[in-house]
C-alpha cells in the first residue's frame, strides 16, 4: 500500500469524524454569526442610539432649529447641535470626528449647506433638510468625496483578517488537539505500527484543513450574501481575486501554523499540557494578529506592513489584508508567498523529525531536544 | 519466520536490550516472558519500527522489516488505546484499510471479526460506550482484522476476566493453528505453560532462555525430587548436606538435586527409613524454570 493511501485514509478519517461531529457544526454556526453580526452591529447601533452632533455656523432661524428637534425625534433620532464660530473650525472638527455634520446659514440669507466629511448618516441629511420649511432648500456638501469602494475595501480587509484569523487558529487547534487525543489515548501505537509518524501528521493537516475550508467558504459565502441583500456593501469589481487571495492565504497560514501546533502537541501528554505546549504558536499567533488590524490596517503600505509581508507567522493575514487596500504589489505577494512555502516546508522537515521523536513518548512534557535526539537515535 | 538478531537498544544511561535473539515460526505460538523491564515492550517496539535499534535486526521471511512487511503484521501494545469516540465498525474498518485491506475487503472482515468476538450489536457504537471488556475484544479485533501472518501482543491477558483469558486463548490457539505466527508476552506463566509449545525468557535484555517448554524443561540441569517416607517425620534427611531442601512437611519432602542426581542411591536411603509411598523425581515447571534463569 502506498504511502499516498495511508495519508489519504488517515486525511478522510479526520474529515469524516470531525465533519459529522458537534464541535464542527456548532463551529461553523458561531463563526456564521460573528460574520453577520461584525456586519451589521455597528449599522444597527450607529442608526439607533448615540446623539448625532450638528454643528451650526451662523444663526438658523427659530423655526428650523425647532423644526429639527421635533424631526429628529419622529426619525427616532438624537440631535445635539451646537454653535460653531466658523466654518474652517466646523470642517476641523468634521475631520477629527467630533461632529457628524455641520450645517452652514449664510448671513445673507442664502441657500444654507450641510457639509459632511464623506457621505455617511442618510438619516440625519433627511431630518435637517425637513427641517426647512420648503425643502429641498439646502446645498449639500462632501469635504472628501470618498472612492465608493474605499468603505467595502476597507471592510473586507479588516472582516478578511478576522476570518482569517479565526479559520487558522480554529482549525490549527484541532490538529493540536487532534494530535494529543491520539497520544492520550495511546491510539497512537497501533496507528504507528503502520504508517509513518509524518504521513500520520501530514493527514491530519489536510483532513481538518479541508474542513477549516468548508467554514472559510461557508463564512465567506454567508458573509457576501448577507452583506449584499442587507444593503451593507456592493461586491467590487476586485471580490474575486480577493476571495482567491483569503482561500490561498488561508492555506498558506493554515499549512504553517496547524503544522508547529501539530508538532508541539506530540510534546504534550496530555490535553491539560496541550495549552502549555502551544503556548509559543498562540502568542505568535495573536501578535501577528493585532500587528495587522492595528499597525498594517492604517497603512498598509508602510515599513511595517511591507517588512511583516515576508515574516511567515504575519504574512498570512498581513497580504491579504493589503492587498484587499489595494496596497501592495504583485511581486511582493509572490515573493512572499514563496517565502511562507518555503517556511511550511522547512517547518515540516524539523518538525517531522520533533514530532517523529515525540509522539511515541509519555509521561509529562517532552522536551523539544530529547525529541529531536529520540528521533535521531 | 521473524527472526530477532542480537537486538540492542539504549535509552540514556539505561540498557533495554544488550544482544537480543530469538526466533518465531508460523503456526508456533511463542510466550514472551521476563521480569518486568526486561526488554520485552522494546523488543516488540522494535518490530514494529516504533523503536529503532541501536545493533542488530529484524527479519521477516528472511528479509529486513520494511513498511510493506509490516502491513501484514497484528499488533497489541500493552498501553491499550484506539479511538474513544470513534465507532466500533468504521474504527476496525480503518484499522483493516490502514493495512492494505480495501473498503469492501474491510467491512467484509469487520462484520466476520465482530461476529467472531461476539460483538456484532455494537458495530454502531462508539468505542467509549462499551464496557472494559469488550473494549479489549476490540482492541484485539484491530490487530486481527486484516487476517496478519505474524500476531504481536503485548500482555494480552492483563485485565481479563476468566472468561475473557479464555476466548484469548482460543483465538490464540486457532491463530496459531491457522498458520500465523504469534509471540505474546506474559506474566501468567501457568497460563503460558498451558497454552505454548515455546517460549522466549528475556532477563536484562538479553535472552535467557529460548525453545520448546519440553525442550527447556528438560535441558534443566536440576531436577524437583518429593520423596514421602510414612512415620519417617523426614528424619532419614537429617546429616545429609549435599541436598537442597525447598520444603519439608511432616513425612514430605521436596527436593532440589542435580540431574545426575543418583536416584538408586537416593531410594534406597529413602527405603531403609520406612515405607516409601512417594518418589517423584520431575524436571523444573516453566515457572521454576522462569525463576531459575532469570536470577
Redesign the interface.
Same mark, same amino acid.
Not at chain 1, 314 to 337: H, T
Given at each position: 500500500m502506498s504511502r499516498r493511501r495511508a495519508i489519504w485514509l488517515v486525511a478522510r478519517r479526520e474529515l469524516l469524524e470531525r465533519g459529522r461531529s458537534r464541535a464542527f457544526l456548532f463551529s461553523v454556526i458561531l463563526s456564521v454569526g460573528i460574520i453577520v453580526a461584525g456586519l451589521f452591529l455597528p449599522g444597527l447601533i450607529g442608526g439607533s442610539s448615540g446623539a448625532q452632533r450638528l454643528g451650526i455656523v451662523g444663526s438658523a432661524p427659530a423655526s428650523v432649529t425647532d423644526g429639527l428637534t421635533a424631526t429628529a425625534k419622529l426619525a427616532n433620532l438624537t440631535v445635539q447641535t451646537e454653535p460653531v464660530p466658523d466654518l474652517a473650525t466646523g470642517e476641523a472638527r468634521l475631520k477629527d470626528g467630533s461632529l457628524a455634520a455641520l450645517l452652514v446659514v449664510p448671513p445673507d440669507g442664502s441657500l444654507p449647506t450641510y457639509v459632511v466629511k464623506s457621505r455617511g448618516n442618510e438619516l440625519l441629511q433627511q431630518v435637517v433638510a425637513s427641517s426647512f420649511s420648503t425643502p429641498p432648500q439646502i446645498q449639500f456638501r462632501e469635504l472628501e468625496p470618498a472612492d465608493p469602494n474605499r468603505d467595502t475595501s476597507f471592510l473586507f480587509a479588516n472582516v478578511g483578517v478576522i476570518l482569517l484569523f479565526i479559520s487558522i487558529f480554529t482549525f490549527g487547534t484541532w490538529v493540536l488537539t487532534g494530535v494529543v487525543e491520539e497520544k492520550q489515548s495511546r491510539v497512537v501505537e497501533v496507528v504507528l505500527s503502520t504508517i509513518e509518524p509524518r504521513d500520520l501528521l501530514v493527514g491530519k493537516v489536510l483532513g481538518i484543513g479541508v474542513l477549516g475550508l468548508v467554514q472559510l467558504v461557508v463564512m465567506v459565502g454567508v458573509g457576501l450574501t448577507a452583506g449584499v441583500l442587507g444593503g451593507r456593501f456592493s461586491l467590487p469589481p476586485t471580490t474575486g481575486p480577493a476571495l482567491g487571495l483569503l482561500v490561498l492565504w488561508f492555506i498558506l497560514g493554515y499549512a504553517l501554523y496547524s503544522t508547529a501546533l501539530g508538532v508541539l502537541g506530540a510534546l504534550a501528554s496530555r490535553m491539560e499540557e496541550a495549552s502549555n505546549a502551544s503556548s509559543p504558536v498562540s502568542f505568535i499567533a495573536m501578535g501577528a494578529y493585532f500587528f495587522s488590524l492595528i499597525v498594517a490596517l492604517n497603512d498598509p503600505g508602510g515599513t511595517a506592513a511591507r517588512v511583516a509581508s515576508f515574516i511567515p507567522p504575519v504574512s498570512p493575514m498581513v497580504v491579504p489584508l493589503r492587498a484587499a487596500l489595494g496596497a501592495i504589489e504583485p511581486w511582493e505577494m509572490v515573493l512572499s508567498a514563496l517565502v511562507t512555502v518555503a517556511a511550511i516546508w522547512a517547518l515540516f522537515v524539523v518538525g517531522g523529525r520533533v514530532y517523529s521523536g515525540a509522539v511515541l513518548q509519555t509521561g509529562g512534557r517532552i522536551r523539544l531536544r530529547d525529541a529531536w535526539r529520540a528521533s535521531g537515535q | 519466520m521473524l527472526e530477532i538478531q542480537d537486538l540492542s537498544k539504549r535509552y540514556g544511561n539505561v540498557v533495554a536490550l544488550d544482544g537480543a535473539t530469538f526466533t518465531v515460526r508460523p503456526g508456533r505460538l511463542v510466550g514472551f516472558l521476563g521480569p518486568n523491564g526486561a526488554g520485552k515492550t522494546t523488543t516488540m517496539?522494535c518490530i514494529?519500527? #516504533?523503536? *529503532?535499534p541501536?545493533r542488530g535486526t529484524v527479519h521477516w521471511n528472511g528479509k529486513p522489516i520494511d513498511? /510493506?512487511a *509490516? #502491513?501484514r503484521?497484528g $499488533? !497489541?501494545?500493552e @498501553? *491499550?488505546? #484506539? $479511538?474513544?469516540? !470513534?465507532k466500533v465498525g /468504521?474504527q476496525l474498518s480503518?484499522?483493516a @484499510? @490502514?493495512?492494505?485491506l480495501s473498503a469492501g475487503a474491510a467491512k467484509a472482515a469487520t462484520a466476520r471479526w465482530l461476529e467472531g468476538l461476539g460483538l456484532t450489536d455494537r458495530i454502531g457504537s462508539k468505542l467509549e460506550a462499551l464496557s472494559h471488556g469488550n473494549q479489549q475484544r476490540v482492541q484485539l479485533g484491530?490487530?486481527l482484522v486484516h487476517d496478519p501472518e505474524l500476531l504481536v501482543l503485548d500482555e494480552p491477558f492483563s485485565g481479563l476476566d476468566p472468561l475473557g483469558i479464555a476466548t484469548m486463548s482460543g483465538i490464540l490457539r486457532e491463530r496459531a493453528a491457522a498458520g500465523v505466527a504469534v509471540v505474546f508476552s506474559s506474566h501468567q506463566l501457568d497460563l503460558v505453560e498451558d497454552l505454548c509449545e515455546d517460549v522466549a525468557i528475556i532477563s536484562r535484555g538479553r535472552i535467557a532462555a529460548a525453545g520448546s517448554i519440553d525442550d527447556l524443561r528438560a535441558a534443566s540441569s536440576r531436577r524437583h525430587l518429593e520423596v514421602e517416607v510414612e512415620g519417617s517425620n523426614a528424619e532419614w534427611l537429617d546429616g545429609r548436606s549435599d541436598l537442597t531442601v525447598v520444603e519439608r512437611r511432616g513425612d514430605l519432602v521436596k527436593l532440589l538435586v542435580a540431574s545426575d542426581v543418583d536416584l538408586p542411591g537416593m531410594l534406597a536411603a529413602a527405603s531403609a527409613a520406612g515405607p516409601v509411598r512417594r518418589f517423584a523425581f520431575q524436571p523444573p515447571t516453566l515457572s521454576e524454570l522462569f525463576m531459575e534463569v532469570v536470577q
Amino acid at each position: 500500500m502506498s504511502r499516498r493511501r495511508a495519508i489519504w485514509l488517515v486525511a478522510r478519517r479526520e474529515l469524516l469524524e470531525r465533519g459529522r461531529s458537534r464541535a464542527f457544526l456548532f463551529s461553523v454556526i458561531l463563526s456564521v454569526g460573528i460574520i453577520v453580526a461584525g456586519l451589521f452591529l455597528p449599522g444597527l447601533i450607529g442608526g439607533s442610539s448615540g446623539a448625532q452632533r450638528l454643528g451650526i455656523v451662523g444663526s438658523a432661524p427659530a423655526s428650523v432649529t425647532d423644526g429639527l428637534t421635533a424631526t429628529a425625534k419622529l426619525a427616532n433620532l438624537t440631535v445635539q447641535t451646537e454653535p460653531v464660530p466658523d466654518l474652517a473650525t466646523g470642517e476641523a472638527r468634521l475631520k477629527d470626528g467630533s461632529l457628524a455634520a455641520l450645517l452652514v446659514v449664510p448671513p445673507d440669507g442664502s441657500l444654507p449647506t450641510y457639509v459632511v466629511k464623506s457621505r455617511g448618516n442618510e438619516l440625519l441629511q433627511q431630518v435637517v433638510a425637513s427641517s426647512f420649511s420648503t425643502p429641498p432648500q439646502i446645498q449639500f456638501r462632501e469635504l472628501e468625496p470618498a472612492d465608493p469602494n474605499r468603505d467595502t475595501s476597507f471592510l473586507f480587509a479588516n472582516v478578511g483578517v478576522i476570518l482569517l484569523f479565526i479559520s487558522i487558529f480554529t482549525f490549527g487547534t484541532w490538529v493540536l488537539t487532534g494530535v494529543v487525543e491520539e497520544k492520550q489515548s495511546r491510539v497512537v501505537e497501533v496507528v504507528l505500527s503502520t504508517i509513518e509518524p509524518r504521513d500520520l501528521l501530514v493527514g491530519k493537516v489536510l483532513g481538518i484543513g479541508v474542513l477549516g475550508l468548508v467554514q472559510l467558504v461557508v463564512m465567506v459565502g454567508v458573509g457576501l450574501t448577507a452583506g449584499v441583500l442587507g444593503g451593507r456593501f456592493s461586491l467590487p469589481p476586485t471580490t474575486g481575486p480577493a476571495l482567491g487571495l483569503l482561500v490561498l492565504w488561508f492555506i498558506l497560514g493554515y499549512a504553517l501554523y496547524s503544522t508547529a501546533l501539530g508538532v508541539l502537541g506530540a510534546l504534550a501528554s496530555r490535553m491539560e499540557e496541550a495549552s502549555n505546549a502551544s503556548s509559543p504558536v498562540s502568542f505568535i499567533a495573536m501578535g501577528a494578529y493585532f500587528f495587522s488590524l492595528i499597525v498594517a490596517l492604517n497603512d498598509p503600505g508602510g515599513t511595517a506592513a511591507r517588512v511583516a509581508s515576508f515574516i511567515p507567522p504575519v504574512s498570512p493575514m498581513v497580504v491579504p489584508l493589503r492587498a484587499a487596500l489595494g496596497a501592495i504589489e504583485p511581486w511582493e505577494m509572490v515573493l512572499s508567498a514563496l517565502v511562507t512555502v518555503a517556511a511550511i516546508w522547512a517547518l515540516f522537515v524539523v518538525g517531522g523529525r520533533v514530532y517523529s521523536g515525540a509522539v511515541l513518548q509519555t509521561g509529562g512534557r517532552i522536551r523539544l531536544r530529547d525529541a529531536w535526539r529520540a528521533s535521531g537515535q | 519466520m521473524l527472526e530477532i538478531q542480537d537486538l540492542s537498544k539504549r535509552y540514556g544511561n539505561v540498557v533495554a536490550l544488550d544482544g537480543a535473539t530469538f526466533t518465531v515460526r508460523p503456526g508456533r505460538l511463542v510466550g514472551f516472558l521476563g521480569p518486568n523491564g526486561a526488554g520485552k515492550t522494546t523488543t516488540m517496539r522494535c518490530i514494529f519500527g #516504533l523503536a *529503532r535499534p541501536d545493533r542488530g535486526t529484524v527479519h521477516w521471511n528472511g528479509k529486513p522489516i520494511d513498511r /510493506e512487511a *509490516r #502491513l501484514r503484521f497484528g $499488533y !497489541m501494545p500493552e @498501553q *491499550r488505546g #484506539l $479511538y474513544p469516540r !470513534m465507532k466500533v465498525g /468504521e474504527q476496525l474498518s480503518y484499522f483493516a @484499510q @490502514q493495512h492494505g485491506l480495501s473498503a469492501g475487503a474491510a467491512k467484509a472482515a469487520t462484520a466476520r471479526w465482530l461476529e467472531g468476538l461476539g460483538l456484532t450489536d455494537r458495530i454502531g457504537s462508539k468505542l467509549e460506550a462499551l464496557s472494559h471488556g469488550n473494549q479489549q475484544r476490540v482492541q484485539l479485533g484491530a490487530a486481527l482484522v486484516h487476517d496478519p501472518e505474524l500476531l504481536v501482543l503485548d500482555e494480552p491477558f492483563s485485565g481479563l476476566d476468566p472468561l475473557g483469558i479464555a476466548t484469548m486463548s482460543g483465538i490464540l490457539r486457532e491463530r496459531a493453528a491457522a498458520g500465523v505466527a504469534v509471540v505474546f508476552s506474559s506474566h501468567q506463566l501457568d497460563l503460558v505453560e498451558d497454552l505454548c509449545e515455546d517460549v522466549a525468557i528475556i532477563s536484562r535484555g538479553r535472552i535467557a532462555a529460548a525453545g520448546s517448554i519440553d525442550d527447556l524443561r528438560a535441558a534443566s540441569s536440576r531436577r524437583h525430587l518429593e520423596v514421602e517416607v510414612e512415620g519417617s517425620n523426614a528424619e532419614w534427611l537429617d546429616g545429609r548436606s549435599d541436598l537442597t531442601v525447598v520444603e519439608r512437611r511432616g513425612d514430605l519432602v521436596k527436593l532440589l538435586v542435580a540431574s545426575d542426581v543418583d536416584l538408586p542411591g537416593m531410594l534406597a536411603a529413602a527405603s531403609a527409613a520406612g515405607p516409601v509411598r512417594r518418589f517423584a523425581f520431575q524436571p523444573p515447571t516453566l515457572s521454576e524454570l522462569f525463576m531459575e534463569v532469570v536470577q
